[in-house]
């Protein structure tokens, strides 16, 4: 890299580069943003409706080419930036790099390449969308897609052009999904099947939480049954924590450390996960994972039943496999989850078998003006 790097610097002994001696984080943004403007504002070689590349039957302009490296731009700026801090002007886009594959490419083209990568991607989804009727036509054009992303900014609330891009092939690919699992056509699964890929994968996806029988252990404060706060109640759980791991019981910790200390039994199992969960989000996440005999950290907390703050810990007394959720009662999300999976291979298959040509003036698509 250090040779590469050395060549190009060689072959542009003519080029202003900017001195650097110290790159700062505020000054790495600026310089990035000035080579945001320098090549935004580069003037294009080529008309906007004239067509640079073919994928299957659809025709790409230099327009649409242009408007997703104007997506790109920032993600191979931040490829190439941090080897090339000095040279982040306008001769960065013609710098001589290494692309994925170790070979040789410029910043250019690398992103000409990468945008086009995406664009086959969406082209294969809305040629799906019009073998299955879900669009029309005059509906499946770049055209089409501006208009409806003019029409999202109509309002108040703005939106990207890389976030409307998400939106629209987000819920386009769910459309085609829904087309393509029906009886009788390419993801379509029947029950036995379905059930088997149920099986295959329930450990990792199906499984309900197991059952936990906790001793918790606490005391209140900011409550006017004591003199306690958060750190005196939280200094005191600590002691008592102490005290119990060494084998003492309650009655001890109340007689020698603290009579306001208190115990209950807190259950989390499949039907109180998500209460638990929501009351006490920090305790929750440690306990899910504790084993028999384990001591959970001191946490502070509310008890939702009676809105009263609490300093406490836990002690896992048991804990009992919950298997795995029935087949029947969650099906329609399996079969969805199923299909999706095998909606992106699908995808995948027909971008591998995607006729691309990319035509003479497909190389001098720069950007946006």
């Known amino acids: 890299m250090a040779e590469t790097r050395h060549n190009s610097r060689e072959k542009k002994k003519t080029s202003k580069l900017v001195p650097i001696l110290i790159i700062t984080p505020l000054l790495l943004t600026i310089i990035i943003a000035s080579v945001f403007f320098?090549?935004?504002?580069?003037?294009?070689?080529?008309?906007?409706?004239?067509?640079?590349?073919?994928?299957?039957?659809?025709?790409?302009?230099?327009?649409?080419?242009?408007?997703?490296m104007a997506i790109d731009k920032k993600s191979v700026v931040d490829k190439f930036g941090k080897d090339y801090k000095d040279e982040l002007n306008e001769d960065f886009w013609d710098l001589e790099v290494k692309d994925d594959n170790n070979n040789n490419t410029n910043p250019r083209e690398y992103l000409q390449n990468m945008a086009l990568e995406e664009i086959v991607k969406y082209k294969v989804q809305l040629q799906i969308a019009l073998d299955n009727g879900i669009l029309s036509k005059d509906e499946a054009t770049y055209d089409a897609?501006?208009?409806?992303?003019?029409?999202a900014n109509k309002g108040k609330k703005k939106i990207s052009e890389k976030k409307y891009y998400e939106k629209y092939y987000n819920e386009l690919s769910e459309k085609n999904r829904a087309a393509l699992s029906e009886n009788g056509k390419p993801l379509y699964v029947d029950d036995e099947n379905l059930r088997n890929w149920f099986d295959e994968v329930k450990g990792k996806a199906y499984k309900k939480i197991d059952s936990f029988s906790f001793d918790i252990y606490y005391a209140n404060y900011d409550d006017a049954s004591n003199n306690l706060n958060a750190d005196s109640a939280k200094a005191i759980i600590k002691n008592a924590k102490n005290a119990i791991k060494d084998g003492n019981s309650l009655s001890f910790v109340k007689n020698n450390i603290s009579k306001f200390v208190f115990k209950q039994t807190m259950d989390i199992n499949y039907k109180t996960a998500t209460e638990k969960q929501k009351n006490y989000p920090s305790f929750y996440k440690e306990a899910v994972n504790m084993k028999i005999g384990d001591f959970s950290k001191v946490y502070l907390g509310v008890r939702p039943q009676h809105n009263v703050k609490v300093a406490f810990f836990g002690v896992c007394k048991s804990r009992k496999s919950g298997g795995y959720l029935d087949f029947e009662s969650v099906k329609s999300t399996i079969f969805k989850n199923y299909t999706s999976e095998e909606y992106d291979k699908y995808v995948e298959s027909?971008?591998?078998?995607?006729?691309?040509?990319?035509?003479?003036?497909?190389?001098?698509?720069?950007?946006?003006?």
Not at 40 to 66: C, P, R, W
Not at 350 to 369: H, P
């Open 38 to 68: 320098v090549y935004y504002e580069q003037s294009k070689n080529v008309d906007d409706n004239e067509v640079v590349a073919k994928i299957n039957g659809f025709e790409i302009t230099a327009k649409e080419l242009a408007a997703r």
């Open 350 to 369: 027909k971008v591998k078998a995607a006729k691309v040509k990319k035509l003479e003036k497909f190389s001098k698509v720069t950007g946006l003006d």
């Open 145 to 151: 897609f501006v208009k409806g992303y003019q029409t």
